[in-house]
T-cell receptor, first 114, second 113 residues
Framework: AQSVTQPDIHITVSEGASLELRCNYSYGATPYLFWYVQSPGQGLQLLLKYFSGDTLVQGIKGFEAEFKRSQSSFNLRKPSVHWSDAAEYFCAVKGNQGAQKLVFGQGTRLTINP | EPEVTQTPSHQVTQMGQEVILRCVPISNHLYFYWYRQILGQKVEFLVSFYNNEISEKSEIFDDQFSVERPDGSNFTLKIRSTKLEDSAMYFC???????????FGQGTRLTVV
């Protein structure tokens, strides 16, 4: 069965510092991979996705993520965070053989110190 | 930019009552989904819907739940007899096809008292 692990429940970084949020997945083949962000009171917004090809993908708001097949990881990074990046971040996977459902990690809450 | 819209944003209902959560998916999308997030837990898949029928559902989606696309634009989730444990944020999502990303609505917070 597919599963997603986000090892860090809560991360605090200072504004302007770099950020890396970890995501590991368990799946029989290479799935489709996603990062979503949920700001307080908002829905889930897609940050970026990986389907195939270049393993470093760029997303919105200056985020990027790197797919590493050997580590079954899809970590999210940003070189310099802004106070507006404070939110909950969810990694998700979906099978690439016609499966329709997304399987989510438990989320990482990001707090930004001024 | 097209978006998925959900109504209401918050609904309070008494245990045992029926509730209907409403969603308007993005207009050219063909796949529709419901997910839920119980407070403090993961976002969980409930059901997917394509071509006017359920295409995949989870164990959570039992006989108390049903989905419908009553017209060309709305997609609804009905819970027939709500339980306290149905209290959660319910998200609707849609995608162009099964191999593209899903776009989510803002969610409906359901509180069962």
């Amino acid at each position: 069965a597919q599963s997603v692990t986000q090892p860090d429940i809560h991360i605090t970084v200072s504004e302007g510092a770099s950020l890396e949020l970890r995501c590991n997945y368990s799946y029989g083949a290479t799935p489709y991979l996603f990062w979503y962000v949920q700001s307080p009171g908002q829905g889930l917004q897609l940050l970026l996705k990986y389907f195939s090809g270049d393993t470093l993908v760029q997303g919105i708001k200056g985020f990027e993520a790197e797919f590493k097949r050997s580590q079954s990881s899809f970590n999210l990074r940003k070189p310099s965070v802004h106070w507006s990046d404070a939110a909950e971040y969810f990694c998700a996977v979906k099978g690439n053989q016609g499966a329709q459902k997304l399987v989510f990690g438990q989320g990482t809450r990001l707090t930004i110190n001024p | 930019e097209p978006e998925v819209t959900q109504t209401p944003s918050h609904q309070v209902t008494q245990m045992g009552q029926e509730v209907i959560l409403r969603c308007v998916p993005i207009s050219n999308h063909l796949y529709f989904y419901w997910y839920r997030q119980i407070l403090g837990q993961k976002v969980e898949f409930l059901v997917s819907f394509y071509n006017n029928e359920i295409s995949e559902k989870s164990e959570i989606f039992d006989d108390q739940f049903s989905v419908e696309r009553p017209d060309g634009s709305n997609f609804t989730l009905k819970i027939r007899s709500t339980k306290l444990e149905d209290s959660a944020m319910y998200f609707c999502a849609s995608s162009e096809d099964m191999n593209t990303e899903a776009f989510f609505g803002q969610g409906t917070r359901l509180t069962v008292v």
